[in-house]
Antibody, heavy 126, light 107 residues
Framework: EVQLVESGGGLVQPGRSLRLSCAAS????????MHWVRQAPGKGLEWVSG????????GYADSVKGRFTISRDNAKNSLYLQMNSLRAEDTALYYC???????????????????WGQGTTVTVSS | DIQMTQSPSSLSASVGDRVTITCQAS??????LNWYQQKPGKAPKLLIY???NLETGVPSRFSGSGSGTDFTFTISSLQPEDIATYYC?????????FGGGTKVEIK
């Protein structure tokens, strides 16, 4: 069974840091780009960041650029999101998601998300 | 950055009705568009990819069309289990963006 399990969320003060993790199983992790997508309480979906299968291509939403860092460890089938200088507006449920197409697809680095975790909640508050 | 304008933001329809949601991109994105369904308290689910291709296992009452800047998502006959919020998402790299969502309710 293809599965993504996020961890690392919690309550953190503004300006502090937090590191999210996502453990993947049931598929060849290093064949796929991966993403972080967040959803603030009662709001819509926001793509946060994506990373290609070999970490050669990385993208960030403008709202997190310079503060968040995405990374992956293919040997551990794991995806990470280092979040620094956290703000109240970063409060959200953070989803880890697998890209739709594998690395042997020609063209783009990212296509979208076909497998999602259940999310981990980040609350930024004093 | 490419902005995705989705409408309506909510709608109410009867079981069996045809439901249509539109999504407009701020620039030409070819067919680089996906549609997702999110039920309350659940993670999103991919329904349509590349604007018009039905994801495996998704009922055929769901469909998508369009290219360039204008896209349409249709439920041909609304069912009670279709109550959810639907999102479009563009993937004209390097940044991905979602539409604002359409909440579908039963009248």
């Amino acid at each position: 069974e293809v599965q993504l399990v996020e961890s690392g969320g919690g309550l953190v003060q503004p300006g502090r840091s937090l590191r999210l993790s996502c453990a993947a199983s049931g598929f060849t992790f290093d064949d796929y780009a991966m993403h972080w997508v967040r959803q603030a309480p009662g709001k819509g979906l926001e793509w946060v960041s994506g990373i290609s299968w070999n970490s050669g291509s990385i993208g960030y939403a403008d709202s997190v650029k310079g503060r968040f860092t995405i990374s992956r460890d293919n040997a551990k089938n794991s995806l990470y999101l280092q979040m620094n200088s956290l703000r109240a507006e970063d409060t959200a449920l953070y989803y880890c998601a697998k890209d739709i197409r594998g690395r042997y697809s020609s063209g783009l680095d990212y296509y979208g998300m076909d497998v999602w975790g259940q999310g981990t909640t980040v609350t930024v508050s004093s | 950055d490419i902005q995705m304008t989705q409408s309506p933001s909510s709608l109410s329809a009867s079981v069996g009705d045809r439901v249509t949601i539109t999504c407009q991109a701020s620039q030409d994105i070819s067919n680089y568009l996906n549609w997702y369904q999110q039920k309350p308290g659940k993670a999103p689910k991919l329904l349509i990819y590349d604007a018009s291709n039905l994801e495996t296992g998704v009922p055929s009452r769901f469909s998508g069309s369009g290219s360039g800047t204008d896209f349409t998502f249709t439920i041909s006959s609304l069912q009670p289990e279709d109550i959810a919020t639907y999102y479009c998402q563009q993937y004209d790299n390097p940044l991905l963006t979602f539409g604002g969502g359409t909440k579908v309710e039963i009248k």
